[in-house]
């Protein structure tokens, strides 16, 4: 069972065209919640990183919400160069400080 | 440069060979990773390594050798190479986390095909 699951799977979205990716966790007494981009044939790139309910982050045209059970990256008015994978980390169960990643949402914005 | 490099960026190797992966970070992080990147399954943890000579296994260690006698360096070691083992390695670093998880910075990964 995945502990960290996200959707959707893959979005294309129009330029302008706002929305929202979906990450959400199983385990409980969260440790960390990381939001990563990773382009195509690169490694992970951090956005952020998200400790409590309620807290929020922002970068540019990107958002990060945390509440105590999932967590969304919200995207406003994408632009081309922000299709790229997005993928969310949290811990592993049992008190674990290693991360554990969800499958990612493969983000495409048209033109 | 600082940071975090990996090489061979690309490798092809045959069924049953022993193949070394290398990493190395310049930032003094004490905890080191492997991961595994295939399509459907996204990043699995292999091992990892939160000092010199502390290894742990991951999601997915069968197969795999690991060993960290230096901080910066973290070897992986497919002792002897299956197809199945043909996918993209990331290595990652971070500092120990006091309050929870770190930032982890990725290396820019080693493409590896077993024929």
């Known amino acids: 069972e995945d502990q960290v699951t996200q959707s959707p799977e893959a979005l294309r979205l129009q330029e302008g065209e706002s929305s929202s990716l979906n990450c959400s966790y199983t385990?409980?007494?969260?440790?960390?919640l990381f939001w990563y981009r990773q382009d195509p044939g690169k490694g992970p790139e951090f956005l952020f990183t998200?400790?409590?309910a309620g807290e929020e982050k922002e970068k540019e045209r990107l958002k990060a919400t945390l509440t105590k059970k999932e967590s969304f990256l919200h995207i406003t008015a994408p632009k081309p160069e922000d299709s790229a994978t997005y993928l969310c980390?949290?811990?592993?169960?049992?008190?674990?400080?290693?991360?554990?990643f969800g499958r990612g949402t493969s983000l495409i914005v048209h033109p | 440069d600082a940071g975090i490099t990996q090489s061979p960026r690309y490798k092809i190797t045959e069924t049953g060979r022993q193949v070394t992966l290398m990493c190395h970070q310049t930032w003094s992080h004490s905890y080191m990773f492997w991961y595994r990147q295939d399509l459907g399954h996204g990043l699995r943890l292999i091992y990892y390594?939160?000092?010199?000579?502390?290894?742990d296994k991951g999601e997915v260690p069968d197969g795999y050798v690991v060993s960290r006698s230096k901080t910066e360096n973290f070897p992986l070691t497919l002792e002897s190479a299956t197809r199945s083992q043909t996918s993209v390695y990331f290595c990652?670093?971070?500092?120990?986390?006091?309050?929870?998880?770190?930032?982890?910075?990725f290396g820019p990964g080693t493409r590896l095909l077993v024929l």
């Open positions: 385990v409980s007494g969260l440790r960390g």
């Open positions: 998200l400790y409590s």
């Open positions: 390594s939160a000092a010199a000579d502390i290894t």
């Open positions: 990652a670093s971070s500092k120990p986390g006091l309050a929870g998880l770190e930032t982890q910075y």
């Open positions: 980390a949290g811990p592993l169960p049992g008190g674990s400080y290693i991360p554990t």
